[in-house]
């Protein structure tokens, strides 16, 4: 690892997240083009770490229990072109540039499925 890598998440920054009862912070994932909501992620410290320094889209999974990387697998990559807390730091939102689909079901978003209202 490289001493980038051992970095902790800026305590200015980490002092602003409001997180659930399990350290994480909901990341809501906006295509930088279109505007267009693609998913929604779980985001730790840790996590939004590797994503502003990597510049990748960087998630804690909770089924998993693991981190991932958007499209290290799927070859569906995020490149992220900004990162902004909301007014009370609750929620994050990740504008991205989407290569490929951004929904683990092979769909671009993962609201387009059922329309409610």
């Not at 998630?59 to 799927?74: C, I, L």
């Not at 490929?100 to 409610?116: P, V």
Request: hydrophobic letters at 35%.
């Amino acid at each position: 690892m490289s001493s980038l890598d051992q970095t902790p998440l800026d305590p200015s920054i980490a002092a602003r997240l409001k997180r659930t009862a399990d350290g994480l912070v909901p990341a809501v994932v906006q295509d930088a083009s279109t505007r267009e909501v693609l998913m929604l992620g779980w985001m730790d410290d840790e996590a939004l770490r590797r994503t502003l320094t990597t510049g990748r889209g960087t998630y804690w999974s909770r089924s998993r229990e693991e981190y991932w990387v958007k499209g290290e697998t799927s070859g569906n990559v995020q490149h992220v072109r900004e990162v902004r807390l909301d007014c009370d730091g609750d929620t994050l939102l990740v504008v991205v540039d989407q290569h490929g689909a951004a929904c683990h079901t092979g769909e671009r978003t993962c609201f387009d499925a059922d329309r409610l209202l």
